[in-house]
Structures are given as structure tokens and as C-alpha cells.
């Protein structure tokens, strides 16, 4: 039973740019949250897509967005890079609202 | 606003020794909190969880955490760590009446146990 898994695990952009950040969901589960992690920091909640639309947002501004798939696969995009985007984007998937998460390894983005 | 305090940066300890990690939370209604580990060079995973009841949760790896409700505390225990419990550790609170899933995470208590 694969677990979540994201791609790419490793990337660098420079200022401007634009990323897209893949995630698959543990089987079996229809929601998917993305956090970032900068480092020496926790985890923090970006949004999270259940039945394709985004159900609830942190502080975060437009330039993060995102979207869920029928088969509940999910993308985060970034626009305008910044230097302070650099972070471990985490994904995170649950079955339901229950809070317990199973986490994939992560994409490291390197803003130049 | 909810906020997580984990008050240990980085803890040191030899194995056999006990472990308590304090985590404290703001928040005013009822929580849902969790601990969770990420051991080097792994994912994030659940170590344990508070829904309601027993407000003593036992989690994996013989790590047990304590809810006390008056002191918005969650505190992380271990009564003897070994070499392979170094890893890092975070506490996360979820509101009950918050929609979705998102956690509020601290920032992490990295244990480092020497052999």
C-alpha cells in the first residue's frame, strides 16, 4: 500500500518563477493538505482540497494556489517566487476530518 | 489565534533516561492533539493522538502523552529513550469545531540520545 508520495523531491528555481508540486495521497483517502516547512520551523498549513475544492486556507497569499484531481491527486503552484519560499512543501493526506495526517517526504524548493 | 509552544529546542540524553517533552497550547474551545516524529531522513508520522476520554494516551514505541486541560498543556513522555528514538518531535493542536484538518504545529523539539 503506497503511502503519500510527492515529486519532485528536490528542486531550484530563481526569483520570478513559477513551481508546480505534485502529490498522490495514501490509498483511501479523499483529502489532501499541503504544508510548508521552513527550516528550524514546524510544519505550516497552506490549504487543504477535499472533493476537488479547497476547503480551508492559512495565511498564505494568492500566490500559493492549488487543485485536487477526480482520483484526489493534488498540485501546489507558487507564483513570483520569492527568495523566503525556499521550504520543505509538505503533503499530507487524511480519509475525513479527523486531524491524523500521513505525510509524504516532502519537495525541497531552492529559491535563487 | 491558536499557537503551539514546544518549550525544548533541543534536548540531550543518554538511553535508559526518562523524557518529558512540554508542549503548550492556545486555543479556547475543545482541541484535538497530536504528537508527531519525524525520525532522520524520514516522513512526518503520527507517535500519538488526544481525541477525548482518558486524557493519558498511550502511543507507539511505549511514548505516552498527557492532556491537562487546565494547563493547555500535552506533554510528550518516555520513561527509558534508546539511541534510535533521536528524531524530531512536534506537537500539533487541531480546534474541534475547526473545519478540515488543519494543525497548528510548534516548532519542534529536536532529541538527540547517545549510546
Known amino acids: 500500500d503506497a503511502g503519500v508520495t510527492q515529486s519532485p523531491t528536490h528542486l531550484i528555481k530563481t526569483r520570478g518563477q513559477q513551481v508546480t508540486l505534485r502529490c498522490s495521497p495514501k490509498?483511501?483517502?479523499?483529502?489532501v493538505s499541503w504544508y510548508q516547512q521552513a527550516l528550524g520551523q514546524g510544519p505550516q498549513f497552506i490549504f487543504q482540497y477535499y472533493e476537488e475544492e479547497e476547503r480551508q486556507r492559512g495565511n498564505f497569499p494568492d500566490r500559493f494556489s492549488g487543485h485536487q484531481f477526480p482520483n484526489y491527486s493534488s498540485e501546489l503552484n507558487v507564483n513570483a517566487l520569492l527568495l523566503g519560499d525556499s521550504a520543505l512543501y509538505l503533503c499530507a493526506s487524511s480519509a475525513g476530518f479527523t486531524g491524523e495526517l500521513f505525510f509524504g517526504e516532502g519537495s525541497r524548493l531552492t529559491v535563487l | 489565534a491558536q499557537s503551539v509552544s514546544q518549550h525544548n529546542h533541543h534536548v540531550i540524553l543518554s538511553e535508559a533516561a526518562s523524557l518529558e517533552l512540554g508542549c503548550n497550547y492556545s486555543?479556547?474551545?475543545?482541541?484535538?492533539l497530536f504528537w508527531y516524529v519525524q525520525y532522520p531522513g524520514q516522513h512526518l508520522q503520527l507517535l500519538l493522538k488526544y481525541f477525548s476520554g482518558d486524557p493519558l494516551v498511550k502511543g507507539i514505541k511505549g511514548f505516552e502523552a498527557e492532556f491537562i486541560k487546565s494547563k493547555f498543556s500535552f506533554n510528550l513522555r518516555k520513561p527509558s529513550v534508546q539511541w534510535s528514538d533521536t528524531a524530531e518531535y512536534f506537537c500539533?493542536?487541531?480546534?474541534?469545531?475547526?473545519?478540515?484538518?488543519?494543525?497548528?504545529f510548534g516548532k519542534g523539539t529536536t532529541l538527540s540520545v547517545s549510546s
Open positions: 490509498s483511501g483517502h479523499d483529502t
Open positions: 500539533a493542536v487541531k480546534g474541534y469545531n475547526q473545519a478540515g484538518t488543519a494543525l497548528i
Open positions: 486555543y479556547g474551545g475543545t482541541v484535538n
